[in-house]
T-cell receptor
Framework: NAGVMQNPRHLVRRRGQEARLRCSPM?????VYWYRQLPEEGLKFMVY????????ESGMPKERFSAEFPKEGPSILRIQQVVRGDSAAYFC????????????FGPGTRLTVL | AQSVTQLGSHVSVSEGALVLLRCNYS??????LFWYVQYPNQGLQLLLK????ATLVKGINGFEAEFKKSETSFHLTKPSAHMSDAAEYFC????????????WGAGTKLIIKP
């Protein structure tokens, strides 16, 4: 059973470009969470999704960020018009059920904005 | 509001010595508590979790943690450090009335001296 997959592992963008980060949850998992980790800081919750539904996006910046988890395919975190402050590691986690079940993490995508 | 405090951004111990990483939390209801480990340039791996069963929780790689309600603590310990334990360790809390969010500490980097 493959773990949580994230791609790309490293992404370099220039200011103003778009970044698209992909997350494929573990097989059988229908709950996906996105976290951001800034240098020297812990993880910060961004958004929680189930298939075709955003359950909570209270941690998402109000502008430029969006997330989806379609019926088919991976979950996508999209950042429009990136700025240098978006440089961070973005982690995706999945769980088979919601609640306080263990979350399984992917290896992360390290976004660098030049 | 929930919060997690990890005392010491860096902890250095000699190989073979006791490892103690501190975590204190604030929560208005009994929480679920987690310790995750992150090796360089990798995702997070669950070490152990407390979900209201035994207060002393044993995890992988010889780590354990004890939930102390009176002290609102969930410190992580290991009797004898190995070089392979060098990593960053994160404590996280989730309230039982919340159905998904993990609130994270800032992390503690464990350094093992030969």
């Amino acid at each position: 059973n493959a773990g949580v997959m994230q791609n790309p592992r490293h992404l370099v963008r220039r200011r103003g470009q778009e970044a698209r980060l992909r997350c494929s949850p573990m097989k059988g998992h229908s709950h996906v969470y996105w976290y951001r980790q800034l240098p020297e800081e812990g993880l910060k919750f961004m958004v929680y999704l189930q298939k075709e539904n955003i359950i909570d996006e209270s941690g998402m910046p109000k502008e430029r960020f969006s997330a989806e988890f379609p019926k088919e395919g991976p979950s996508i975190l999209r950042i429009q018009q990136v700025v240098r402050g978006d440089s961070a590691a973005y982690f995706c986690a999945s769980s088979p059920i919601g609640g306080n079940d263990e979350q399984f993490f992917g290896p992360g995508t390290r976004l660098t904005v030049l | 509001a929930q919060s997690v405090t990890q005392l010491g951004s860096h902890v250095s111990v000699s190989e073979g010595a006791l490892v103690l990483l501190r975590c204190n939390y604030s929560s208005s209801v009994p929480p679920y508590l987690f310790w995750y480990v992150q090796y360089p340039n990798q995702g997070l791996q669950l070490l152990l979790k407390y979900t209201s069963a035994a207060t002393l929780v044993k995890g992988i790689n010889g780590f354990e943690a004890e939930f102390k309600k009176s002290e609102t603590s969930f410190h992580l310990t290991k009797p004898s450090a190995h070089m392979s334990d060098a990593a960053e360790y994160f404590c996280a809390v989730s309230e039982r009335t919340s159905n998904y969010q993990l609130i994270w500490g800032a992390g503690t980097k464990l350094i093992i001296k030969p």
